[in-house]
Nanobody
Framework: QVQLIESGGGLVQAGASLRLSCAAS????????MGWFRQAPGKEREFVAG????????NYADSVKGRFTISRDNAKNTVYLQMNSLKPEDTAVYYC????????????????????WGQGTQVTVSS
């Protein structure tokens, strides 16, 4: 029912910045907690950041805290991930996800609590 399309990935050098966008097609976007996950080749998909439907509660992985910022614009049905001071270890496919239901107001860190997923956008950070 909800379709998510990520964009903004690319190839950058270490220390650079990127802003990822996730556009949602659903008319009820504002009711969903949104999250970003990433998956590097040969690695498990991991939580990066999440934001409540109000935008008032955020959650970050320790590895990105202080460097990445998640935000949303419900009027545009879009969630963003501003990534600063990128490191080669940030290289991965980044996925946007949406969660709803009990226990999702505080953005979950567990991927199986998210109900909808985008196709991903590649972020590559070179040395």
């Amino acid at each position: 029912q909800v379709q998510l399309i990520e964009s903004g990935g690319g190839l950058v050098q270490a220390g650079a910045s990127l802003r990822l966008s996730c556009a949602a097609s659903g008319r009820t976007f504002s009711t969903y907690t949104m999250g970003w996950f990433r998956q590097a080749p040969g690695k498990e998909r991991e939580f990066v950041a999440g934001i409540s439907w109000t935008g008032g509660v955020t959650n970050y992985a320790d590895s990105v805290k202080g460097r990445f910022t998640i935000s949303r614009d419900n009027a545009k049905n879009t969630v963003y991930l501003q990534m600063n001071s990128l490191k080669p270890e940030d290289t991965a496919v980044y996925y946007c996800a949406a969660a709803y239901g009990p226990g999702t107001f505080i953005p979950p860190r567990v991927e199986d609590r998210y109900n909808y997923w985008g196709q991903g956008t590649q972020v590559t950070v070179s040395s």
